[in-house]
């Protein structure tokens, strides 16, 4: 059986959340032994604290949710979230410039992302519902150049989330080469599992209760 609370970011990024909601959010993921959370990076500090007893990782976004602020704006506040605790960056790509062919801008801001948080892990969200195929295997190709070491397909307030169909275009063109994180609209586990069969390393999603629940609730089933 697959353990999904290994492979779950438990995601809380809405524009109202509280910081009594990200000390409750903290608080599941030591419950359910989810691999990190997911949070604006105004809670960094607040999650760091709320999980230094515990193996949950702090995952902050950074240009989140459009990817049009400035390199020096994306790399200030990676340095910021760094300092205040994050173990890893799910930054967003300049999808504007991506669509323009500025790659050359795209892959330096990556690249100064990356050297700023030093051995941190870095997830570059595509936000592939913008995207066209080869739009999103040359922002794959971007990443993997600059040092990202995952792709991520969403932001989850796109247009969509993760589909099948971009998933296996990401796998197809980074292989082994960089990890893939899905999210954006993963609400069960029997969806979460095959992102995970088709090679993604980690699940982006604000309903990883729901998912471990169903699969504790299937295998037991199976067991008698």
Avoid at 42 to 62: G, I, M, P, R
Avoid at 81 to 95: H, P, R, S, T
């Amino acid at each position: 059986m697959i353990n999904l609370s290994h492979y779950i970011d438990h995601t809380l990024l809405k524009a109202t959340a509280t910081p009594d909601d990200i000390v409750k959010l903290c608080n599941e993921a030591k419950e359910y032994r989810f691999y990190a959370v997911c949070i604006n990076s105004c809670y960094t500090f607040l999650a760091a604290n709320e999980l230094k007893n515990s193996d949950a990782k702090v995952a902050s976004v950074v240009g989140f949710p459009l990817g049009s602020s400035s390199c020096h704006a994306k790399v200030c506040e990676a340095e910021q979230c760094i300092k205040d605790g994050a173990d890893e960056i799910d930054m967003v790509l300049n999808i504007g410039f991506l669509k323009a062919k500025l790659h050359k801008s795209v892959r330096e801001e990556i690249a100064a992302i990356k050297e700023a948080i030093g051995s941190r892990t870095l997830k570059v969200i595509l936000e592939t519902c913008y995207l066209k195929d080869d739009e999103i295997r040359i922002a794959c190709q971007i990443a993997k150049k600059a040092g990202a070491d995952y792709v991520k397909t969403s932001t989850g307030y796109g247009t969509s989330g993760a589909t099948k169909h971009v998933v296996k275009i990401m796998v197809d063109e980074v292989g082994d080469t960089l990890k893939i994180k899905a999210s954006g609209g993963i609400k069960d586990a029997e969806t979460a599992k095959k992102y995970i069969d088709m090679g993604v390393s980690r699940i982006g999603t604000s309903s990883g209760i729901t998912i471990v629940s169903q699969n504790k609730k299937n295998t037991d089933e199976h067991t008698y």
